[in-house]
């Protein structure tokens, strides 16, 4: 394996490890807000471009990449 490649794979694995993964925005959005109820820090979906589903996270982590 290339070393760019194991670099994707490292980045995959920290994106996406224990995260739930949503087939939607609007799936994700509903997780959000029901995460909102018991942690008011701010949080925010997106899509990642690793596997393509939308994780709920941090928005500070948003601003990374
Ligand atoms: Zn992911």
Do not use: N
């Not at 394996?1 to 490292?10: D, E, P, T």
């Not at 820090?41 to 709920?56: E, I, L, N, T």
């Amino acid at each position: 394996m290339s070393v760019a490649g194991k670099l994707a794979l490292l980045k995959r694995t920290k994106c996406c490890a224990g995260k739930l993964r949503h087939p939607s925005e609007g799936k994700a959005q509903a997780h959000l807000r029901a995460l909102a109820r018991i942690d008011d820090r701010p949080m925010d979906v997106y899509r990642c471009r690793f596997c393509g589903h939308w994780h709920v996270g941090h928005a500070k982590y948003l601003k990374v990449d």
